[in-house]
């Protein structure tokens, strides 16, 4: 951290998924677990689901971190990332309507479509256990179209023992239940917070709750790992989506419905074939935060 005794932010949402940003393209801000935890905090702090930090990169035309409000780095965030596009172009860092961005998922490319508007392209989603990471051996499993679920058992003091669920990746590991019927409250964070530090889960897990309403529009809630249930999620609504399209209950282009908005996912169906993401990003206020 240099001399100064404040730090300047910006305040974004995408879809009511909140960030506090930062701009360290200058490699000058020492952002410590503990800061991270204060700039999240929602009482003594400004308040976030995560901290996004802007530098700069060698592979791409910026490198994007995100830390959740645990203090915690994460490989990736879909909301975040509109976010890091909008913002890149709305403080001159860039004059492109796409760019390429190095997560620690990978290479991703955000694309302004109109202002406070992104596509995402979010690469493709991985199915297979070992890079969910997903320890899936021992575990009865059926096949629902063209997924495999498994039979996980759990303790959730929700009135269950075990349920179906089915996994993926999309740079970040999610595991989603499918409902007849929108989750309540009470199912969210009781069963969100026992799947999230399951232990076929090495590495947690982010938990979505899927009804689907008809082929072209879905309900989700997401539990998030390191944060709890947040307004909405992007790598959550591509990981439900992929997940409902590959169990031929959801068309190739869907509406996912979460409390925060709405997003629009894309894809395919094809193994190799990209995930898009498009959606909010909304710039709410600017400020300095006291060190």
């Not at 929108?182 to 399951?198: D, I």
């Not at 925060?260 to 996912?265: A, D, E, F, N, P």
Request: some cysteine; glycine content about 10%.
């Amino acid at each position: 951290m240099n001399s100064s005794t404040t730090l300047k932010f910006t305040k974004m949402h995408g879809a009511g998924n909140d960030f506090v940003v930062l701009n360290n393209c200058a490699g000058q801000l020492d952002l410590t677990p503990s800061l991270i935890k204060r700039l999240a905090d929602r009482h003594f702090g400004i308040g976030a689901d995560q901290v996004l930090v802007v530098e700069s990169s060698t592979l791409a035309d910026f490198k994007y971190r995100i830390f959740n409000a645990d203090g915690q780095e994460v490989q990736q965030c879909g909301n975040g990332a509109r976010c890091f596009a909008q913002y890149v172009f709305d403080k001159g860092l860039t004059q492109k309507n796409q760019i390429t961005v190095e997560t620690l998922a990978g290479i991703i490319h955000p694309e302004l479509i109109k202002h406070n508007w992104v596509k995402v392209n979010m690469g493709p989603a991985q199915f297979d256990p070992a890079k969910v990471p997903f320890v899936s051996e021992g575990l009865a499993t059926r096949k629902v179209g063209g997924l495999t679920q498994y039979k996980l058992p759990v303790d959730s003091g929700a009135d269950l023992d075990e349920l179906w669920v089915g996994v993926a990746s999309m740079g970040n590991p999610h595991v989603v239940v499918l409902l007849d019927q929108p989750a309540s409250n009470a199912l969210v964070q009781h069963l969100g917070a026992t799947l999230e530090s399951h232990p076929r889960f090495p590495a947690r897990v982010n938990v979505g709750f899927l009804h689907v309403v008809d082929r072209s529009r879905v309900h989700l809630r997401v539990y998030e790992r390191g944060v709890g249930e947040t307004l909405a999620c992007g790598t959550g609504a591509c990981a439900a989506a992929v997940i409902g399209m590959k169990m031929g209950l959801i068309a190739e282009q869907v509406d996912v419905v979460k409390a925060g908005g709405t997003l629009t996912i894309e894809w395919s169906g094809q193994p190799e074939s990209d995930v898009l993401m498009t959606g909010p990003a909304q710039t709410v206020f600017e400020g300095e935060f006291y060190i």
